[in-house]
């Protein structure tokens, strides 16, 4: 009778290969990246299915690159700082008009919208930008950059109560109405009103622009082997 050892030693060997190419290449091609978030429903945010749609989308694209998405989610303000260090590749979502030059910014990943949100009971009417300004009170959050027209005429009727310092606050003083209309992305101030139990919020807006979001990558280690790998996987899609 043949023993246990002799049937077992030939047979295990190629199978201890097999293992060990396996695992070569799995270490080969398995990567992580890190980024800062803020939390920004519904694009972004710990408590969102999928973390958000705008970090669904950018997940479902790396892992198709057999690249892990990692997301720490934090105040935007926060995001932006932190993503600089050697913890993080970069902070995602971004609006390219946003991001300075420690960073560089990817091909589009989503996109949103600024517009201007109303009360439902008021009466105005947006037919120019500079008499929106000067007849009404308009509220912003108070650290974004807003593109540089509007960034102009928030400077010139400038208003220290008319800047929050976040959409959460932004949505509630409209709703209170302590402000005739605010600037932001109406799915943000929809969903922040919805959550918060808001009412009065008009849903009939009017679209200002259309901002990508991007992933703003810190000029820091691979940054242009990210970059171009990502820009890729975009252009793939897009096909």
Known sequence: MMSLERIAGPLAAPSFGVLLAFLATTSTYAETWRIASPEWPPYAGAGLPDNGRAIEKLRTLLERDGITLEVDFMPWSRAKAVAASSQY?????????????????????????????????????????????????????????????????????????????????????????????????????????????????????????????????SRTGAYRQRLERLNDLLMQRSK
């Open 89 to 217: 590749i970069g902070y995602f979502p971004a609006w390219p008009i946003e991001v300075d030059d420690l960073f560089v910014v990817t091909d589009p990943v989503d996109f949103s919208r600024l517009a201007i949100i109303k009360r439902v009971e008021t009466t105005l009417s947006t037919p120019c930008i500079d008499r929106l300004f000067e007849e009404y009170r308009v509220g912003f959050v108070a650290g974004h950059v807003y593109p540089a027209p509007i960034q102009r005429l928030i400077h010139q009727h400038y208003r220290p109560e008319d800047g929050s310092e976040n959409e959460e606050d932004l949505v509630r003083v409209l709703a209170a109405g302590r402000i005739d209309a605010a600037l932001s992305d109406p799915a943000v101030l929809l969903h922040l009103a919805d959550k918060l139990h808001l009412n009065g919020i008009d849903t009939d807006i009017d679209i200002l622009e259309k901002h990508p979001l991007v992933l703003a990558l």
